[in-house]
């Protein structure tokens, strides 16, 4: 069964660090743009970052560029999202997809990691 599972989330404090992967099965991660998302009850779904499937290009939303980073290893078929300089806002449910723009209209999406900042 294709699917991708997120993980890597936890509680971490102000200032802290986490890496999420997000790693497919049943399916090549590399012909596919990634995108990772979150999502907070009540507030709009926010793109957080995007990795090309041409060439690794990356692009990140404005609140968490310079901070987060975006990357692919090929041979775990597996995508990560670290996260530096970690605040409260970026307490959420981040989840990936096959695509940067809408995560339904990827041929893939995961069910998250829950991702909280706190002290």
């Known amino acids: 069964q294709a699917q991708l599972v997120e993980s890597g989330g936890g509680l971490v404090q102000p200032g802290g660090s986490l890496r999420l992967s997000c790693t497919a099965s049943?399916?090549?991660?590399?012909?596919?743009?990634i995108g990772w998302f979150r999502q907070v009850p009540g507030k709009e779904r926010e793109g957080v970052a995007c990795?090309?499937?041409?060439?690794?290009?990356?692009t990140y939303a404005d609140s968490v560029k310079g901070r987060f980073t975006i990357s692919r290893d090929r041979a775990k078929n597996t995508v990560y999202l670290q996260m530096n300089s970690l605040k409260p806002e970026d307490t959420a449910l981040y989840y990936c997809?096959?695509?940067?723009?809408?995560?339904?209209?990827?041929?893939?999406w995961g069910q998250g990691t829950q991702v909280t900042v706190s002290s």
């Open positions: 997809a096959t695509d940067c723009k809408d995560p339904q209209r990827g041929d893939y």
């Open positions: 049943g399916f090549t991660l590399g012909y596919y743009a």
């Open positions: 990795i090309s499937y041409r060439d690794g290009s990356a």
